[in-house]
């Protein structure tokens, strides 16, 4: 007997659109803790299967490149540590500004500030994001961004913007 695939219900990842202040702010420090694990699958599992990204120069489709494109990220970006803000949301898209610091293998620290704009489907999955980075060189006495952000700050002051 031969049996048919069986259909794959999508998986929702909540919260989903539309969004309001409350649903885009847990939306953007979910995003925020998944990549302070830095663990490429963990962080491409949030994307859809076709999602698409500009990130800076690079532009990447898909989970699998996603998580391709994380694990060369994180091999160079030593000691990564983010942190996103909410900025804007409307219907199914929400604006994050971001900032990490991290460390290159020649032991240079760098903060690199950044936009996001994020699309979601209808089940929650971010299906395009487009980054725009500029990195700046800092001494490690000037770092001000050190592992996740803890829990008891979820929700916690914007960064400055220096």
Known sequence: ???APEERTPVSR????????????????????AWNTRDPEK???????DSVWRNRDRFVTGRAEIAEFLRGKWDRELEYALRKDLWAFEGNRIAVRFQY?????????WRSYGNELWEFDAEGYMRRREASIDDVPIEESERRIHGP?????????EQPLR
């Open 1 to 3: 007997m031969i049996r």
């Open 14 to 33: 909540p919260p989903l659109p539309p969004f309001d202040a409350t649903t885009a702010a847990r939306k953007v420090q979910a995003a925020e803790d």
């Open 43 to 49: 962080v491409a599992a949030a994307y859809s299967e």
């Open 101 to 109: 610091e991290c460390r290159d293998v020649d032991g240079q620290w």
């Open 149 to 157: 952000r803890p829990e008891s700050d979820h929700g916690g002051a």
